[in-house]
């Protein structure tokens, strides 16, 4: 069974306010087992919304609409679905008091536009709306049903989670999906796809998406089956044909970050980290510190932007300096043993490189970094090459060092 989206404003078309309802219900249907097939956006003008409701019930049994139901001129959401289904507007009684309750708690005077939202389509179900003032609507034609809600994101989720996607599931006739998503990093996503092998072998089970990023490559599987369980046990064999084959590049089976992922290794064995960063700038303390309860495995960073702040905050020789350069395998290292050192925590990374657009030389060119690995144990630091994009390669090169922490403390629980 199909399901579609109508998203209703001028204020999307313009950009001027981001279609986020659009995204989250469909979220939440697919974690409902349904999958969305089309999400339209439409202005606010008549004969273009009649026109995006006749496709929509020409291709879909579910469709569900956001926006255009306040009580304002250019508000014709109401009666545009109205004038479809040849209803009538009447009063509804139980609404105009809700209505009324809701401004007098609020200490404001009601004016003679707010009444206007307690007269309803008179064949359709209302689904009142406890965080607002405009109810919802519910049209069945034949097998066909339209669920008409307010575009304020609160007021829609609650009428969603509440009334219509229960209501979906008790009509819903189709295959069930489910998805899972795989996020992997140190690996460009061409590489990723040769890797994985035959593509159809895993698409016997479930759909397969690339969704690449700054951060990495995040693979999302997404199953059908008869019911949820069937589409479970179809997304388990996708999962493990792809495991398979770049188990080693997967850091998590869920839409998190590197950085939260990471923590959760280092807390799980009480291990703590410091970090040292010359071209990242702080950008990898600030990834981690965004992370609720980072106190636990966070010992503190140095930016060490200057050589001279290498080498008197880490203990970088000035030899060294002068001899491979600051961006260099050796500095990267010994800046990672300075801040373990430094901070007394039992691993830590470092960055040192260039990251554009300028200062590039043949041997160096902007996009180089040398990451670097400090443990009780081991110092190691790793040669990477990206792009000319400054910001973007902030960001590569803060996604590098984490990689490197990770893959070492996979190597350690191994």
Same mark, same amino acid.
């Given at each position: 069974m199909n399901i579609e989206i109508i998203s209703i404003?001028? @204020?999307?078309?313009?950009?001027? *306010?981001?279609?986020?309802?659009?995204?989250?219900?469909? @979220?939440? &249907? =697919?974690?409902?087992?349904?999958? !969305?097939?089309?999400?339209?956006?439409? $202005?606010? /003008?008549?004969? +273009? =919304?009649?026109?995006?409701?006749?496709?929509? /019930?020409?291709?879909?049994?579910f469709v569900l609409m956001t926006g255009g139901l306040g009580p304002t001129h250019?508000?014709? *959401?109401?009666? !545009?679905?109205?004038?479809y289904f040849k209803a009538k507007l009447i009063l509804d009684r139980r609404v105009l008091k809700m209505v009324q309750e809701r401004f007098k708690k609020r200490g404001i005077v009601m004016v003679k536009a707010n009444e206007e939202q307690a007269m309803?389509?008179?064949?359709? /179900?209302?689904?009142?709306?406890? =965080?607002? *003032?405009?109810? %919802? &609507?519910?049209?069945?034609?034949?097998?066909?049903?339209?669920?008409?809600?307010? $575009?304020?994101?609160? @007021?829609?989720?609650?009428m969603m989670t509440e009334k219509i996607i229960p209501d979906m599931l008790d009509r819903y006739r189709g295959a069930f999906s489910v998805r899972k998503t795989l996020a992997t990093t140190g690996i460009p996503e061409s590489t990723l796809f040769e890797t994985m092998g035959d593509m159809a072998k895993i698409e016997r089970f479930a759909r397969v998406a690339f969704l690449p990023d700054l951060a990495g490559v995040k693979i999302r599987l997404t199953a059908a089956g008869q019911d949820h369980d069937h589409a479970r046990r179809? =997304?388990?064999e996708a999962e493990k044909l792809v495991r398979s084959t770049i188990e080693k590049f997967i850091f998590a089976d869920d839409d998190i970050k590197l950085e939260e992922a990471i923590a959760r290794m280092l807390a799980g064995n009480r291990k703590t980290l410091a970090?040292? /960063?010359?071209?990242? $700038?702080?950008?990898?303390? +600030?990834?981690?510190?965004?992370?609720?309860?980072?106190s636990l495995i966070f010992m503190g960073s140095v930016v060490c932007y200057s050589n001279a702040a290498k080498m008197t905050l880490l203990g !970088?020789?000035? @030899?060294?300096?002068?001899?491979? %350069?600051?961006?260099?395998?050796?500095?990267?290292?010994?800046?990672?043993? $300075?801040?373990?050192?430094?901070? %007394?925590a039992d691993y830590a990374i470092s960055t040192t490189g260039i990251a554009g657009p300028s200062g590039g030389t043949p041997d160096k060119p902007v996009? &180089? !970094?040398?990451?670097g690995y400090a443990d009780e144990q081991e110092t190691v630091a790793s040669r990477h090459v990206f792009f000319q994009d400054r910001l973007g390669n902030k960001a590569r090169f803060s996604q590098a060092a984490m990689n490197l922490l990770r893959t070492k403390l996979l190597s350690r629980e191994e």
């Amino acid at each position: 069974m199909n399901i579609e989206i109508i998203s209703i404003g001028d @204020e999307l078309l313009i950009g001027q *306010t981001i279609n986020t309802n659009a995204g989250w219900m469909g @979220e939440q &249907l =697919l974690n409902a087992g349904m999958r !969305v097939q089309w999400v339209s956006t439409v $202005g606010d /003008e008549y004969d +273009h =919304l009649v026109d995006a409701l006749k496709l929509a /019930e020409s291709r879909a049994d579910f469709v569900l609409m956001t926006g255009g139901l306040g009580p304002t001129h250019d508000d014709i *959401t109401k009666k !545009v679905i109205s004038d479809y289904f040849k209803a009538k507007l009447i009063l509804d009684r139980r609404v105009l008091k809700m209505v009324q309750e809701r401004f007098k708690k609020r200490g404001i005077v009601m004016v003679k536009a707010n009444e206007e939202q307690a007269m309803v389509p008179d064949i359709a /179900e209302i689904i009142i709306n406890k =965080l607002g *003032t405009a109810p %919802g &609507l519910i049209f069945r034609k034949g097998n066909k049903n339209f669920y008409v809600m307010p $575009g304020v994101p609160f @007021e829609m989720q609650a009428m969603m989670t509440e009334k219509i996607i229960p209501d979906m599931l008790d009509r819903y006739r189709g295959a069930f999906s489910v998805r899972k998503t795989l996020a992997t990093t140190g690996i460009p996503e061409s590489t990723l796809f040769e890797t994985m092998g035959d593509m159809a072998k895993i698409e016997r089970f479930a759909r397969v998406a690339f969704l690449p990023d700054l951060a990495g490559v995040k693979i999302r599987l997404t199953a059908a089956g008869q019911d949820h369980d069937h589409a479970r046990r179809n =997304l388990e064999e996708a999962e493990k044909l792809v495991r398979s084959t770049i188990e080693k590049f997967i850091f998590a089976d869920d839409d998190i970050k590197l950085e939260e992922a990471i923590a959760r290794m280092l807390a799980g064995n009480r291990k703590t980290l410091a970090i040292a /960063e010359s071209c990242t $700038g702080g950008l990898i303390s +600030h990834q981690f510190t965004n992370i609720p309860g980072s106190s636990l495995i966070f010992m503190g960073s140095v930016v060490c932007y200057s050589n001279a702040a290498k080498m008197t905050l880490l203990g !970088v020789p000035r @030899e060294m300096l002068v001899q491979f %350069g600051s961006v260099s395998e050796q500095v990267a290292g010994a800046m990672a043993e $300075g801040a373990r050192k430094r901070f %007394g925590a039992d691993y830590a990374i470092s960055t040192t490189g260039i990251a554009g657009p300028s200062g590039g030389t043949p041997d160096k060119p902007v996009g &180089l !970094v040398y990451v670097g690995y400090a443990d009780e144990q081991e110092t190691v630091a790793s040669r990477h090459v990206f792009f000319q994009d400054r910001l973007g390669n902030k960001a590569r090169f803060s996604q590098a060092a984490m990689n490197l922490l990770r893959t070492k403390l996979l190597s350690r629980e191994e």
